[in-house]
Nanobody, 115 residues
Framework: QVQLVESGGGLVQPGGSLRLSCAAS????????MGWYRQAPGKERELVAV??????REYPDSVKGRFTISSNGKNTMYLQMNSLKPEDTAVYYC??????????WGQGTQVTVSS
């Protein structure tokens, strides 16, 4: 059985920083990619950071230069978020996809950016 659990969310002022963590239990074989998604109320879930099987890190323009995805090489993935904006407010989910196209999701952690 595989479980992903996010932590580190909270309330932060614009310009502040947060570091999200995603801890995995169980073993996922043949990982294709891992990343972070977010979903704001009334909006579609969007990818904000991804690490491919080759170790390449990619970000959309909306967070590029502000967010950094990383892994400890074992069971934890991180998302460092700097210079946060109100538009970053959302529930953030970690995701791991396997080569057989199976996706594993965390339950999400709330990030709220406001004054």
């Amino acid at each position: 059985q595989v479980q992903l659990v996010e932590s580190g969310g909270g309330l932060v002022q614009p310009g502040g920083s947060l570091r999200l963590s995603c801890a995995a239990s169980g073993i996922i074989f043949r990982i294709n990619a891992m990343g972070w998604y977010r979903q704001a109320p009334g909006k579609e879930r969007e990818l904000v950071a991804v690490i491919s099987s080759g170790g390449v890190r990619e970000y959309p323009d909306s967070v590029k230069g502000r967010f950094t995805i990383s892994s400890n090489g074992k069971n934890t993935m991180y998302l460092q978020m700097n210079s946060l904006k109100p538009e970053d407010t959302a529930v953030y989910y970690c995701n791991v996809s396997s080569e057989n196209n199976r996706n594993y999701w965390g339950q999400g952690t709330q990030v709220t950016v406001s004054s």
